[in-house]
């Protein structure tokens, strides 16, 4: 069975500090691995990654994979009180095709003023 | 080119009642995937659907639920005889291809 496994569930920083969360995962056909951003709504997408060691940046965001040791991180520099919200990393599962994702329990992130 | 559409928002149904959840995917967007998020959980993963096609239903409680994606109008969950347990928040995506999913903002179904 496919697996997503991240950590911290939650982490409390201040305004400034920068932050990592990690994904580990457990697939039996990896083609790639999501990261969403989720705050009172809808999951937000934010990266997608398919290949090892090439990061991927999104102004003070930035994640990368390392598919040897099947884990992700995604970084976040100079938090601030917006980038408050649940972090959600994520793989599509079976064999092939358009599939349905299978979601980590997500990283709860506060950030302090 | 507006987002994932998800209507009702809200939704309270008594147990025994029908809930009928819709979902307009983003233009150009064929594939429609249902989640549920139950409180303290995780999103988990219900049926892939592409017009009037269900592709994996693997999600999804044998009994009460059933999901369809007309080849005109929205896509729809039916949840038929809810229970307490059925209260969660379903989200819908939808995809173009094989690549990342778009997320509507959910439908919160309370179970009285």
């Known amino acids: 069975e496919d697996k997503v496994v991240q950590s911290p569930l939650s982490l409390v920083v201040h305004e400034g500090d920068t932050v990592t969360l990690n994904c580990s995962y457990e697939?039996?056909?990896?083609?790639?691995l999501l990261w969403y951003k989720q705050e009172k709504k809808a999951p937000t997408f934010l990266f997608m990654l398919?290949?090892?060691?090439i990061e991927k940046k999104s102004g003070r965001l930035s994640s990368i994979l390392d598919k040897k040791e099947l884990f992700s991180i995604l970084n976040i520099t100079a938090t601030q009180t917006g980038d408050s919200a649940i972090y959600l990393c994520?793989?599509?599962?079976?064999?092939?095709?358009?599939?349905?994702?299978?979601f980590g329990k997500g990283t709860h992130l506060i950030i302090q003023p | 080119n507006a987002g994932v559409m998800q209507n009702p928002r809200h939704l309270v149904r008594r147990r025994g009642q029908e809930a009928r959840l819709r979902c307009s995917p983003m233009?150009?967007?064929?594939?429609v995937y249902w989640y549920r998020q139950l409180p303290e959980e995780g999103l988990k993963f219900m049926v892939y659907?592409?017009?009037?096609?269900?592709?994996?239903e693997s999600g999804m409680p044998k009994e009460r639920f059933s999901a369809e994606f007309p080849k005109e109008g929205p896509s729809i969950l039916r949840i038929q005889q809810v229970v307490r347990g059925d209260s969660a928040a379903y989200f819908c995506?939808?995809?173009?291809?094989?690549?990342?999913?778009?997320f509507g903002p959910g439908t919160r179904l309370t179970v009285l």
């Open positions: 995506a939808s995809s173009p291809d094989y690549n990342e999913q778009f």
């Open positions: 697939v039996t056909n990896f083609r790639s």
């Open positions: 398919t290949s090892s060691g």
């Open positions: 994520a793989v599509p599962f079976s064999g092939g095709g358009a599939d349905g994702l299978t």
């Open positions: 233009k150009g967007h064929s594939h």
């Open positions: 659907l592409q017009k009037e096609n269900i592709i994996d």
